[in-house]
């Protein structure tokens, strides 16, 4: 590896997907040539290419393996980069005794026998019959031709839906496997770890995808798999190779321990921290609390997810009446129903659904506050008409009443009036306020906070996570009078505008971060 890179892991790791990067780098200069010193002195890989002919020869003639027809020439557009002097290129079943993949038949089962694993136990990378998912019996893996019975210096690589996943048999243990694994048979074992690690490039992995065919689960097919196109070191420099990229990959591990731990760190000094703004007995002791929080924000809120706990934690203060100073907080909290109820949409049939006209609010268009138009089913415009009550308007706020919850927040938006005319369909629900009661602006605040959700507990319809209007209504909330409502939405739209331009920094140094990252990287691979 060069010395430029070696300097800068630290600045390429804390980019984001950092060690991810410095993963696919470290394999990318292996298959290169660039991650360790070549030798003169090393016997080439042309002699090793001899050796290989020779262990295959004899096989063919022990009638262990069937006589080859020449593989197809490499081609310069198969040749993206120079290869170092004492390098060649060479196809996979140049250097491999055999490559086949698992029984098609389907395998008897058996409470006890010989493991057969199937891609689920093997997408880690590893080999471990103890957990194999299942087993078969002692004479079906008999029965079984050799070059199916995986033995140590072999490689596994799955060839269907998780494709390209390379694993390094290293156990003697017998095992079995399904045919969505392929296996390869080094005719000199020692190249082992050298295919383990070309197969884990993006080189390799770029040629495999290729050549997958299919759509909806994609499979790499063997007679691709055969041609694929490596880059062979001599064997010495392979095994140099192998030892460096197990070094580097042992540190990548070290990187990422230590990211997690500072990542979990710095997550439990956040929540300690908005914890003392959750627990402030009034405005008062808030506004001193958070007086001092504001003042290291740009060295404790350095995460989307640490800004985003912050939001919540806003919205969780202002509906209980801690984000500004009042005299007129309510003692008690009352339910929804009294302030505002929550209309269900009309359950129009889908055969009245017309290629343009009226567009219907779904459950689908509703997001956490927006709207998605994505997918867009309309009414007939002279039907329309007879669904005046179901009409939306400019401001209303809108609830899916499925799957209410996703990973982003609460499915509620505000109707925007560039999306009218707009009818309101089932499974969304529409807000109906008492405009003498509650401001549209706060109520939106309290659906989004977490005061609103952990009161809500979704049921399921048909399979699906849903609420009812009934349940919301029922949902308690703190009503202080308008002018007080009216505060507090002002004094979160201020402190969410803080919230976004830390994010919008935040935003700015990961990209420079990145772009440094891609630069070292670059230069790198072109030294």
Sequence with gaps: MTALLTGNLPLIAAAPSGVKTLRALILDLAVRGKLVPQDPNDEPA???LKRIAAEKARLVKAREIRSEKPTPRITDDEKPFELPPQWEWVRAAEI????????????PKADDGIAFLVIGDVRDGVISPAIASRRVPESYYEALDWTRKPKVGDL????????????????????CFQRHIALLRPAVRDTQGWLFAAYRSQFLFD????IATGTAQKTVPLSGLRLTVIPLPPLAEQQRIVARVDELMALCDRLEAQQADAEAAHATLVKTLLDTLTQSQDADDFAANWQRLSQHFDTIFTTE??????????LQLAVMGM???TSTWPSQPSTLGRVATLQNGYAFKSEWFAPRGVRLLRNANVSHGVMCWDDVVYLPEQQASEFERFQLNEGDIVLSLDRPFI??????????????????????????????????????????????????DPGRSNGVPHISSKQVEAAEIYVPPLAEQRRIVAKVDELMALCDD????????????TQLATALVERAVAA
């Design 46 to 48: 042309s002699a090793l």
């Design 96 to 107: 491999c005794s055999s490559i086949t993949d698992g029984d098609h038949l389907p395998p």
């Design 156 to 175: 596994l690589l799955t060839t269907v839906g998780s494709y390209g996943i390379p694993v390094p048999v290293i156990i003697s243990a017998p095992f």
């Design 207 to 210: 040629q495999l995808t290729a």
């Design 305 to 314: 997810t640490s800004l985003d706990a912050l939001k919540q934690t806003l």
């Design 323 to 325: 984000l500004v100073a």
């Design 407 to 456: 990973t982003s927040g609460t499915k509620v938006a505000r109707v925007r009036k560039l999306e009218l005319p707009c009818l309101l369909l089932q499974r969304v629900g529409r807000f109906q306020l008492n405009p003498e009661m509650i401001l549209g602006d706060y109520l939106f605040l309290w659906i989004n906070s977490p005061h609103f959700t952990s009161q809500i």
């Design 502 to 513: 830390l994010k919008a920094r935040l935003a700015e140094s990961r990209t420079v971060q």
